[in-house]
């Protein structure tokens, strides 16, 4: 199990000014909220980093943001080829939990949850946290057997897991079909209460404005095109921006791994795939919680804005694309239609897809390269986002020793050597 | 929705097929000489490119026979289709099929050399 003193870091903007607060909201209503600062500078490269993270996203933000405030290493970048959190960070269904199998997934699955309860505090930055209870529904007599074997395993790791019956099920969510005449009943399920949602854009934002606030480099629009050796030893990167300097280099491009993997000459176990999510249109508030069903696959939750928001597996071909396949979407409405018979009625309102790096095993991948000053986190697939707090922690303490904490050392590409697998198709099969 | 062209029964729907993932992995014969390392290769590493991809499918709701496909992973275009145990012809699916680190492994290097 994870210890409860992590070194969260100490804190970002204490600069009185710049700090978000009910106070500054008054202090600039006073001048029509045209005096706010920017939440971070515009940055352009420097000529040399002592560390250089690729990839913009909450995973890649969340490790400059630990750099810089637990191992005190400040002059960093992070390079980004689009936007800030423009890519899966900002295409997720925003689901948080850490209600895994196995002790190497419950290990940094709740160290993340520990870092996002107070993570608001930490950055000063409102990411919407709402510990509302994920609730995984069974569909049958085996597969509520299996969940209670899961839920023991769980609670096992001092992680809050119960099981609840069709009744206590309908208590929690009144809005949701329990009849036993439909094709895939309720049966049962487990809940975890300490689960939840945030606002993704806002997780993004709050990490580059703290890591900002550092003195950390913000560089959007800059498109890593190669990567500079001597020997196995990395000694810069080449981008549409020119060649920088760094002798540390993290990549966190999820379904772009394999494509700077290769710039590299190594190779990775992954498959990027489209996972797609879609949003209906607003309504008023008919769900507080978030429901997911790995049997009829699909997960659901209703933003606070009243969308519902919708997500399932991921497409069965490998694609940079984009966009779904029409088949994925049509399959976890009909699931979600089911479940809950008033969404019949419900129109759609968006649709998109996010190319995601899935691994063999279901976990991710933290790990040194062959090359010195490589590194890499990748192989989230379907299931990123509630680990970002804890996968920028453990990559940056990665970073910055050389060497994989405890929690990080299970994740080592070696695993595929060795066959020390962490099999979580159960728990991360799904449900994201 | 994606349209596959099964070389038996013709244009169908994605729904109809499943796909198997990259094309011309080489199981190592000789597995009890070769290194753990090797096998691991074999058996997990992939190739993910973005671009020309070779890959295998099954017309699983028709024919359920298996067939090879060059398919581009942006564009979604399927750029040739051939069969099990033969390699690509046209210029793009035969320069990614030569191109390939998966030619240089050890693992096809002991297939060919059993």
């Keep these: 199990m994870v210890a409860s003193d992590i070194d969260r870091g100490h804190g970002a903007l204490n600069d009185k000014k710049k700090r978000y607060s009910a106070f500054a909201l008054a202090r600039n209503a006073a001048s029509y909220h045209q005096d706010w600062q920017r939440a971070w500078r515009k940055a352009s490269p420097k000529a040399s980093y002592d560390a250089v993270i690729i990839g913009g996203g909450g995973h890649g933000l969340a490790t400059a943001y630990y750099l810089a405030s637990v191992h005190g290493m400040k002059n960093i970048a992070v390079i980004e080829k689009g936007w800030i959190g423009g890519g899966n960070t900002g295409r997720n269904t925003t689901i948080i939990r850490s209600n ?10 709740e160290h993340a ?26 569909h049958s007599e085996h597969e509520l057997k299996e969940m209670s074997r899961r839920v023991h395993a769980i609670r096992l790791n001092g992680i809050d897991s119960d099981v609840m019956s069709p009744a206590e099920i309908k208590k929690f969510v009144p809005c949701i079909n329990i009849d036993q005449s439909i094709r895939y009943p309720v049966m049962g399920g487990f809940v975890q209460q300490r689960g939840g949602t945030a606002r993704h854009d806002a997780v993004a934002w709050g990490y580059a404005r703290a890591a900002d606030d550092m003195g950390v480099d913000i560089i959007q629009n800059c498109e890593v095109t190669g990567l500079r050796r001597k020997g196995r030893k990395i000694i810069g990167i080449d981008t549409n921006m020119g060649f920088i300097k760094t002798n540390k280099v993290g990549c966190v491009v999820a379904g772009h791994s394999s494509v700077m993997a ?20 607003p309504i008023k508030p008919i769900l507080d919680t978030v429901i997911m069903s790995n049997a009829v696959h699909m997960y659901i939750s209703q933003s606070d804005k009243g969308e519902m928001v919708l997500g399932a597996g991921v497409d069965k071909y490998n694609s940079y694309a984009q966009r779904g396949s029409f088949p994925v979407p049509e399959h976890m409405i009909a699931a979600a239609v089911e479940l809950f018979p008033f969404m019949s009625r419900l129109r759609m309102l968006r649709h998109w897809g996010g190319i995601v790096d899935t ?9 040194k390269t062959d090359i010195d000053g490589l590194y890499f986190n990748c192989g989230w697939g379907t299931g990123g986002f509630k680990a970002t707090p804890g996968s920028g922690h453990v990559f940056a303490d990665l970073i910055a020793n050389d060497r994989p904490n405890k929690i990080a050392a299970p994740y080592a590409l070696s695993r595929f050597e060795t066959g020390f697998l962490i099999d979580e198709h159960g728990a991360a099969g799904v449900a994201h | 929705m994606l349209q596959l062209p099964c070389p038996y029964c013709g244009p169908r729907d994605e729904l ?6 990259e094309a011309h992995i080489s199981r190592p014969l000789a597995n009890n000489k070769i290194s753990d390392a090797a096998f691991g290769e074999y058996l997990f590493l992939r190739d993910n490119p973005k671009g020309v991809f070779l890959e295998r499918w099954r017309h699983a709701s028709g024919c359920r026979r298996w067939f090879n496909v060059v398919r581009d992973t942006v564009s979604h275009d399927i750029l040739e289709v051939y069969a099990m145990g033969s390699k690509p012809r046209r210029t793009a699916g035969k320069k990614a099929y030569n191109n390939s680190w998966r030619r240089t492994t050890a693992a096809e290097a002991a297939a060919v050399n059993k």
Aim: one cysteine or more; a negative charge; aromatic letters at 10%.
């Design chain 1, 262 to 281: 290769d710039m590299a000459g190594i190779h990775l176990p992954l498959a990027s795939r489209p996972l797609q999510a879609l949003v209906s249109e």
């Design chain 1, 100 to 109: 895994y199998l196995w002790d190497e997934s419950a290990s940094i699955y």
């Design chain 1, 113 to 138: 949850l520990k870092l996002w309860e107070g993570l608001a505090q930490d950055l000063n930055f409102n990411i919407m946290f709402s510990q509302r209870g994920v609730l995984t529904i069974a």
């Design chain 1, 359 to 367: 691994c063999p095993d279901a976990s991710p991948i933290l790990s």
């Design chain 2, 16 to 21: 109809e097929f499943s796909c198997g993932g």
